[in-house]
């Protein structure tokens, strides 16, 4: 069984502040894929990053960076800067052998 | 190109009806995913599409919900006897087949059940 856990429901922070989003995984396989979406308040998700399994660099795009830590099942993401445009809500997902599972997102305000 | 299509985006139906919502996914894409999110929900698996096959079904909440993809390409969500409870944004999404291949969502359709 897959889940995927992202404990805060929502986030509030000034514009031009970092925030950091969290995300718990659970899974079986040995081998699987994590990524972020945003979905907007027009609906729409949109894929935002991506990461494997078996490999734990953590990097940076631009003003999003993430931190994947196979000891402790998360795969945290982290937005420098904010922008009133970021506002949206994030979810994280989990893809093993099969299906795409996804957490119940973090809402994220961001207040100019 | 053209990304993943939902029709149609809204959909108002009584209570026993029978509803068929269509996706339409990027051309190439073998891989097809029905969602279904309630407000303030994160997308909740239904069913997943790899070519013709159902690979995975375990998402469907009962015998009314059906989906088919017959030729590979368009699929269709049937829901049979709707419920008020069927209400919801259900979401449709397209991959390649590779497992590190993100989702494409479309738009969603909207069914509400009266």
């Known amino acids: 069984a897959q889940k995927v856990t992202q404990a805060q429901t929502e986030i509030s922070v000034v514009e031009k502040e970092d925030v950091t989003l969290d995300c718990v995984y659970e899974?079986?396989?040995?081998?699987?894929?994590l990524f972020w979406y945003k979905q907007p308040p027009s609906g729409e998700l949109v894929f935002l990053i991506r990461r494997n399994s078996f490999d734990e660099q953590n990097e940076i795009s631009g003003r999003y960076s993430w931190n994947f830590q196979k000891s402790t099942s998360s795969f945290n993401f982290t937005i420098t800067a904010s922008q009133v445009v970021d506002s949206a809500v994030y979810f994280c997902?989990?893809?093993?052998?099969?299906?795409?599972?996804f957490g119940t997102g973090t809402k994220l305000q961001v207040i100019p | 190109g053209a990304g993943v299509s939902q029709t149609p985006s809204n959909k108002v139906t009584e209570k026993g009806k029978y509803v068929e919502l269509r996706c339409d996914p990027i051309?190439?894409?073998?891989?097809l995913y029905w969602y279904r999110q309630s407000l303030g929900q994160g997308p909740e698996f239904l069913i997943y599409?790899?070519?013709?096959?159902?690979?995975?079904d375990s998402g469907l909440p009962n015998d009314r919900f059906f989906a088919v993809r017959p030729e590979g390409s368009v699929s269709t969500l049937k829901i049979q006897r709707t419920e008020r409870g069927d209400s919801a944004v259900y979401l449709c999404?397209?991959?390649?087949?590779?497992?590190?291949?993100?989702?494409?969502f479309g738009n969603g359709t909207r069914l509400t059940v009266t």
């Open positions: 999404a397209s991959s390649l087949r590779d497992r590190d291949s993100p989702l494409h």
């Open positions: 599409f790899q070519g013709t096959g159902a690979a995975d």
């Open positions: 997902a989990l893809r093993g052998y099969q299906k795409v599972t």
């Open positions: 899974t079986r396989d040995t081998t699987y894929y």
């Open positions: 051309s190439g894409h073998t891989a």
